[in-house]
């Protein structure tokens, strides 16, 4: 018996829907991280990036528990000395809710190569409206 090992030319991707305002940030964020990367597929090999797209609508109105609206915050620096800014939950909320999602899932993939073309199959969009119809996505219900 040999090792399956997928080769590029046999990888086939699905859109998949998923709707965030099914699920907390957290579960939401591992069944996003687990279709880009292409976990749940049987031909799931570990240097071969066989993920799917992933379309999620709703972005701003992602749940939270907790006192985490307030308490989470945001880091990013500008790369100039003292130049750290920070945002809470509901600032980024309002300004950017794509990024509550966007930075979830990127923590929750592996800091490897194939990091980067897994985030550009990720498309966010903070309404119920979105420009991927023509692709025809699966709707995939987030437990």
């Known amino acids: 018996m040999k090792t399956f090992s997928q080769k590029t030319a046999d990888i086939s991707r699905r859109w998949i ?6 699920a907390t940030l957290g579960r939401l964020s591992t069944e996003i ?17 066989s993920g799917d797209y992933v379309v999620v609508i709703n972005a701003a109105e992602v749940p939270v528990t907790g006192e985490k609206e307030t308490d989470k915050i945001y880091y990013r620096h500008s790369g ?10 509901k600032e980024v909320r309002e300004k950017f809710p794509e990024r509550i999602i966007e ?3 990127k923590g929750m993939l592996p800091k490897n190569k194939l990091s980067p073309e897994r985030m550009a199959r990720l498309r ?11 692709q025809t996505p699966e709707k995939v219900e987030v437990k």
């Open 33 to 49: 991280a687990k279709y880009l990367i292409g976990k749940y597929k049987p031909t799931y090999t570990p240097h071969i990036d």
């Open 124 to 134: 966010i969009f903070p309404g119920s409206e979105h420009t991927h119809t023509a």
């Open 80 to 89: 100039f000395p003292g130049g750290i800014k920070d945002a809470q939950l």
């Open 17 to 22: 829907l998923i709707d965030a305002k099914d």
């Open 103 to 105: 930075s979830a899932v």
